[in-house]
């Protein structure tokens, strides 16, 4: 399998994955969940490259879901602080690469530092044409659909269109593939609107061991499929 291959069919224009695996990849190598965590935390900038190279619109990931705050106060607290702490480490390597960067997902209960980076990653790469990575951080669909349709109301849209709908969520791109790393099979409350007609990959493979040649894997299974979206092809 060759990138030129995979270039020559059609490449999604929007990927979400769920990151998911990361304390179990640690633990089955006698590490603590927290390693796992930070490795998957710098996979994402390596995937962000693999899917940049592949020509992929936009890459949606899922870092941290409204649900995540009830895991334990030591795990919440090193993915609060982490990114903040790891911040100055990799900033000009972020900003020095044509990839957009974009936060999705609630605001209200990140501390204002984390939300200092993400404003200045928002800002200084919004001119950039790569591929935008949206990190839902904070994120999860009931809250996403909810907000949406509370402001269409405020708004006085009684009977929204799904233009109407998309133009109110957070992320507003349907997504044409799903990933979801480690194993399990379930959508955990991400994307439910734009995962509508998206077609499904599941891997066996942890989201931190989740490499190009995964990804490239994911990618020509999906050229595979046969998208009729409800109809059939003449």
């Known amino acids: 399998m060759n990138i030129n291959k995979l270039k020559q069919r059609e490449i999604p224009k929007h990927v979400a994955i769920i990151l998911d695996g990361n304390?179990?990849?640690?633990?089955?190598?006698?590490?603590?969940?927290?390693?796992?965590?930070?490795?998957?935390?710098l996979n994402i900038g390596r995937v962000a490259e693999y899917a940049n190279e592949l020509g992929i619109e936009?890459?949606?990931?899922?870092?941290?879901s409204t649900e995540n705050w009830n895991r334990p106060q030591e795990e919440v607290n090193y993915l609060m602080t982490t990114p903040i702490k790891e911040f100055e480490k990799y900033k000009s390597k972020i900003l020095n690469s044509n990839i957009r960067v974009k936060h999705v997902g609630r605001r209200q209960e990140l501390s204002k530092e984390l939300l200092d980076i993400i404003d200045l990653l928002e800002r200084e790469t919004?001119?950039?044409?790569?591929?935008?990575?949206?990190?839902?951080?904070?994120?999860?669909?009931?809250?996403?659909?909810?907000?949406?349709?509370?402001?269409?109301?405020?708004?006085?849209?009684?009977?929204?269109?799904?233009?109407?709908?998309?133009?109110?969520?957070?992320?507003?791109?349907?997504?044409?593939?799903?990933?979801?790393?480690s194993g399990e099979q379930?959508?955990?409350?991400?994307l439910l609107w734009q995962l509508s007609y998206a077609e499904l990959y599941f891997t066996k493979t942890a989201w931190p061991a989740f490499n190009k040649k995964a990804l490239w894997k994911a990618i020509a299974h999906y050229q595979k499929r046969d998208r009729r979206f409800g109809g059939l092809k003449k």
């Open 23 to 41: 304390g179990r990849w640690a633990k089955r190598r006698g590490l603590p969940r927290t390693y796992g965590h930070y490795q998957g935390g």
């Open 58 to 64: 936009t890459l949606t990931v899922y870092a941290f």
């Open 126 to 181: 919004d001119s950039h044409t790569g591929t935008t990575i949206q990190i839902a951080f904070n994120y999860g669909s009931y809250d996403e659909l909810l907000t949406a349709y509370q402001t269409m109301m405020k708004a006085g849209i009684k009977t929204p269109t799904k233009e109407d709908v998309f133009g109110h969520l957070m992320v507003k791109q349907p997504v044409d593939l799903l990933i979801r790393t």
């Open 186 to 190: 379930r959508l955990s409350n991400y």
